[in-house]
C-alpha cells in the first residue's frame, strides 16, 4: 500500500500507514485533494482485476495522533534537533540558530516564546 501511495504521489508530507511494527509517512504531490480521492487509488493490478485503497483501508479525515509529548516548567513546548554539517562551525550554527529563533519569536502569538 504504502509503496503504490509513493509511486503515485510523492512531495508534501500527509499522513502516515501504521502497521503492527512500524510507521510509515506518506508524501504527496498535491494531485489529490480531498480524503474521497484516496479511495480510489489503485494499489495492485493483475490483469483486469484492480485493488483500490478503499478496498484494503479506511480513510479519514483527522488530526494527526499526538506521538510526543514535551514539557518544560510545566507548560507544553516545541523541542527542535539541530545538527551542524561536517564543514560548519559550531559557533556559526549556534549564532544563527539565535538570529533565526528570535525572527521566529516575532511571528509567534502573544505571550508565547
Sequence with gaps: VVTALKNQNTTAPVGKVKGDLKEQSIRLIGRIESPQEFQSIVIKR????VVRLAQVADIAD???EISGFSVRN???NVGISITRSRDASTVSVAARV???VAEI???LPAGTR
Design 105 to 107: 519569536n516575532k511571528t
Design 46 to 49: 493483475r490483469g483486469t482485476e
Design 62 to 64: 483527522g488530526f494527526a
Design 98 to 100: 539565535r538570529q533565526l
Design 74 to 76: 510545566g507548560n507544553p
